[in-house]
């Protein structure tokens, strides 16, 4: 698949080269507004979306597009989404500040002093949004593969650049991302996004559960962007019985999910913890044969969506 990032210096007119791009090459054009837009579709406009999170959803945007279409992505930070693809080119524009003031005079009909301050405030706000969703202010130019100054060559001299490169390195025959890739993808940045509780709204049945430990909340968001039906700890199992027959120790596994009959216990890193609740599976297990439960550690969480068929897994390369 292909994906051309776009993005430059406030007043350095990249938008235009993007368009530029995508109108030659036939892809579609992703821009800054049309990102929000498809966001708030899928995870709905009064969702709260914290910066941080904002990289792992973008991402999950432009997998779900590159199935079906090759891409031009103008939008701040888009050198960062790219690198998760594995046809990609990563463009700069910049350009020295009179050009740029010249550029917003024209483009908005200011006089100089008035660019100039619009070209403050834009600056100010591109590096504020940076740092809020990037933890940086500004990009370095090793993120980028293209970095091309607007000083004297003019946004058609720069797309003829960018469309030389891209055809040389032969992105476009790379063909669309494949479902398998997509899907891990997916995975990778939704289970990001389930660490700030993000869902679809209206493709979840996430319920207002107590949970033990953050981790199960991470869990059940994810089993939710998967539409996979789930109980919390829905039953107790005596394990233990006294010399009188009284119950001396159960075990309430974390998960129960009844489309696959299955028991999902999550666990931590600390062994003596895990030690802990090995005897109890063990002992689970030998008093109830028929019961169906799995142990799983974190990394794990993949390998349980891969094994029951949830996504395709990746052919080996």
């Given at each position: 698949m292909a994906l051309i990032a776009v993005s430059g210096h406030p007043g350095c007119r990249f938008e235009e080269v993007a368009r530029l791009i995508a109108h030659d090459l036939g892809f579609e054009l992703l821009t800054q507004a049309r990102t929000?837009?498809?966001?708030?579709?899928?995870?709905g406009t009064a969702a709260s979306l914290p910066d941080r999170a904002y990289?792992?959803?973008?991402?999950?945007i432009l997998a779900r597009l590159a199935t079906e279409d090759h891409l031009v992505y103008c939008?701040?930070?888009?050198?960062?989404?790219?690198?998760?693809?594995?046809?990609?080119?990563?463009?700069?524009?910049?350009?020295?500040?009179?050009?740029?003031?010249?550029?917003?005079?024209?483009?908005?009909r200011l006089d100089r002093a008035a660019a100039r301050q619009m070209l403050l405030d834009l600056e100010a706000a591109d590096r504020a949004e940076r740092r809020a969703k990037?933890?940086?202010t500004r990009p370095t130019a090793d993120l980028f593969d293209l970095v091309v100054n607007a000083e004297s060559l003019s946004s058609e001299q720069i797309a003829e650049l960018a469309i030389t490169a891209a055809r040389s390195m032969g992105l476009a025959e790379r063909g669309l991302l494949s479902p398998a890739a997509e899907a891990q993808?997916?995975?990778?940045?939704?289970?990001?996004?389930?660490?700030?509780?993000?869902?679809p709204p209206g493709k979840v049945t996430l319920r207002k559960t107590v949970f033990a430990h953050q981790s199960e909340k991470m869990?059940?968001?994810?089993?939710?962007?998967?539409?996979?039906?789930?109980?919390?700890?829905?039953?107790?199992?005596?394990?233990?019985?006294?010399?009188?027959?009284?119950?001396?120790?159960a075990f309430t596994p974390d998960f129960y999910l009844p489309e696959f009959d299955l028991y999902v216990e999550l666990t931590t890193m600390k062994q003596s913890l895990v030690t802990k609740k090995n005897r109890k599976v063990r002992l689970l297990r030998q008093l109830y044969p028929?019961?169906?439960?799995?142990?799983?550690?974190?990394?794990?969480?993949?390998?349980?969506?891969?094994?029951?068929?949830?996504?395709?897994?990746p052919a080996p390369v």
């Open positions: 929000r837009a498809l966001a708030a579709e899928e995870f990289s792992s959803l973008v991402t999950a939008a701040m930070g888009g050198e960062v989404q790219a690198r998760h693809f594995p046809g990609m080119l990563r463009i700069h524009v910049a350009a020295p500040e009179g050009v740029r003031i010249g550029n917003l005079m024209l483009d908005h990037f933890g940086k993808l997916q995975f990778q940045m939704r289970f990001k996004l389930a660490r700030y509780g993000i869902a869990f059940a968001t994810l089993l939710d962007f998967y539409r996979i039906a789930w109980e919390y700890e829905p039953r107790s199992f005596p394990i233990q019985y006294g010399p009188d027959g009284g119950v001396l120790e028929h019961i169906n439960i799995q142990v799983f550690y974190q990394k794990d969480f993949e390998n349980l969506i891969f094994k029951y068929g949830l996504a395709e897994r």
